[in-house]
């Protein structure tokens, strides 16, 4: 197979714009996913959501994408998910799954990014999964058969809601991670899988921490650079270091065998950087996969406003495109 690496072009205009986008990351306090700061972002979470999608709606509505909602049965009750459809026809399914560390997130908080695919004519179902909360006994596991059971869903009946044959997952960050490891799952359990392919934004493939993330120092922008290798460990109580390489929830060491081809987006100074580069190589041994560079991006720079994020956007858009014309990928399940 083949890995194809490209550098985003940036005019110094656009790379100084960035870097004044930085420099202003730089002031902002980091986050860390443990003790209070966790429990008072859940709290908040839900209100920023539904105030940021009312306003998103307004938005995408004048542009003419329509929104709805709906819900599946999920393994743990009502799977809740945020549709968006262009004005006309769909070209195909983009099952999106969102960023936030695991603990934060949402759906609607993403309309910004999946609101391009619409607006494009590709339809969007955007999932509300299930968030690690310590108080309500939810864990990584829950999250990936809530992932899981949507990709299954959007593969039957939300194709034929949308009158699409093809779909396409993209995830970000902990998106990414959750849904490479609900593509995993659903191999393993035998549930065949047509599907144009996979796109994966600054994603996290190693929970024992990538040399890139274990060596990340203060002028980290949004982690806490010199303790984000504590920080991961936080989010899998009980596991020492080798536990947290298992494939169960570190991707990067599964078998990757019979997965669909891929799209990686790594930021430059992304101290998650080398969970993009090693999965991207891994990922390459199976399947045709893709990957972007994007000079001085942190991590999430797809949210702050600078130029990189609509081309990187662009450059994703015109990726599934080229998915399409190539046709669904059949993957049958390889384990015995």
């Known amino acids: 197979m083949t890995l194809a690496v490209h550098t985003l072009p940036l005019t110094p205009a656009q790379t100084r714009a960035g870097r004044r986008v930085n420099a202003a990351l730089a002031l902002a306090p980091r986050l860390k ?38 819900t599946i049965p999920g393994p743990g009750g009502a799977l809740a998910i945020r549709m968006l459809e ?101 191999r393993d359990y035998g549930h065949g ?6 796109v994966f934004v600054q994603g996290v493939f190693d929970l024992s921490g990538t040399p890139s993330a274990r060596s990340a120092g203060p002028e980290a922008l949004l982690f806490d650079g010199p303790h984000l290798e504590r920080d991961l460990g936080r989010l899998t109580p009980g596991r020492d270091e080798q536990a947290r390489k298992h494939p169960d929830i570190s991707p990067l060491y599964a078998d990757l065998s019979g997965l669909p081809p891929a799209l990686f987006v790594l930021g430059e100074i992304d101290p998650f950087q080398d969970d993009s580069r090693l999965m991207s190589e891994r990922w390459a041994e199976v399947a045709p996969t893709t990957r972007l560079d994007v000079p001085d991006a942190p991590h999430g720079f797809q949210h702050f406003g600078a130029p990189t994020a609509a081309l990187a956007q662009a450059f994703i858009r015109d990726w599934i495109a080229d998915r399409l014309l190539k046709g669904p990928l059949s993957v049958e399940n390889l384990s015995a």
């Open 33 to 70: 996913p443990a003790g209070w700061r966790l429990a008072l972002g859940q709290r908040l979470n839900g209100a920023v959501s539904h105030a940021a999608g009312a306003v998103t709606e307004a938005a995408l509505k004048r542009r003419g994408v329509r929104l709805s909602a709906t």
């Open 86 to 186: 262009p004005p006309g026809a769909a070209r195909a399914l983009v099952v999106d799954l969102h960023g936030g560390g695991w603990v934060v997130g949402s759906a609607a908080l993403n309309d910004r990014l999946t609101g391009h695919f619409a607006e494009a004519g590709f339809a969007v179902a955007s999932i509300d999964y299930r968030l690690l909360h310590e108080a309500r006994g939810i864990w990584m596991p829950d999250a990936v058969a809530d992932c899981a059971t949507a990709l299954r869903w959007a593969l039957g009946e939300g194709a034929r809601r949308i009158g699409a044959d093809r779909v396409v997952v993209i995830g970000e960050s902990a998106g990414a991670h959750l849904a490479a490891l609900a593509l995993l799952s659903l």
């Open 193 to 198: 899988l047509r599907l144009a392919g996979a």
